[in-house]
């Protein structure tokens, strides 16, 4: 028992690149082509590869219905509620694990025990990894791979922002204005310009990244700055999976920033947080779980951290806010978070 744990924990990293397999053959798309349970040989015919690689594929599939990707029924293949996520023009999720499995961030993870033994102070893994240099100036340097983040925070957006509206169809009442703090390329902004069309909405992010938005979109505004240096003003503002991305002193300075740029009204304006809080009750282990893994990227990419309530709770009181709500709905892993300047 304890002998397959630790074997099955230390090849578990094989999943992550059987599901970048499964997004790079596009299996997901061809299975829906298909139209109905599809056979090894179909499937294989379909990429196509060659007749001698039939049999490998079979086995990347057996791994890939084991952990409930895809479903097997005696005809062939199906999808599954999690194959579904695959597919590239509904969710296009896939660009996640095609992100993730890039080797700027595996070779992070490869020397994670070296950086506790002889990393400098301040430093982070992924410096340590990466020739000194911290994570976001990658992405500067690397179009590819900046595009490759940018439609990984895409797709996951799209399904986080889903059914925000129905979710939380009072969140933005009163208000006129929103601006969107490392928005990336307006996913977030889009889905709420177009739920809650009197909102003015705006998103804030660097150069190189609002370069990829659609400036043809008239939904929303776009600005290129730097949210360490000024934020432009607004009623509300959305900080969504960004705060996890910084050290506690650096989010205190980001969220006084917008307590100073945020235009008053009498009831309403609010900073909107969406990330992550570790010890957020729920009965979803794999939420759990799935904290723990951020919390540990966080660590390893940024020096930074998923927070606990405690946690969240001196951050807000320490950039002076006033008050604060948790909404007890999540979207997906992450909470939502309402502050009062
Ligand atoms: C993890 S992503 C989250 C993106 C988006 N909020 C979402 O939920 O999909 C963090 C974002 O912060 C942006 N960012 C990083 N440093 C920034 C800075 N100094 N000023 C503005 N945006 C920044 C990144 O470019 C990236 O788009």
Partial sequence: MELTSVLNQSLTYISSFALK???DLDISGRIQAYGRPMPLNELARSIPISPEKDMMLGRLMALLVQKEVFAQDEAGYVLTPVSKLLLTEHSNMGAFARYITQPPFTKVMC????????????????MMANDGKPSWDLFKENPQLGKLFNEAMTSRCKQQMRDFAKSYPHIFDGLNSLVDVGGNTGTAVKIIAEAFPFLRCTVLDLPHVVAEANLEDDSFNVVAGNMLEQIPPAEAFLIKNVLHDWRDEDCVGILKRCKEAIEPRKDGSKVIIVDIIQDFKNNNPK???TGHLFDILMMCCHGSKERTKQEWHDIILGAGYSGYKIHPAQLGVDCV????P
């Fill in 287 to 289: 939420a759990t779980e």
């Fill in 337 to 340: 978070m309402e502050l009062y």
């Fill in 111 to 126: 020397v994670m025990g070296e950086w506790f033994k002889e990393g400098a102070a301040g430093s982070t893994v992924y």
């Fill in 21 to 23: 397999c499964a997004a």
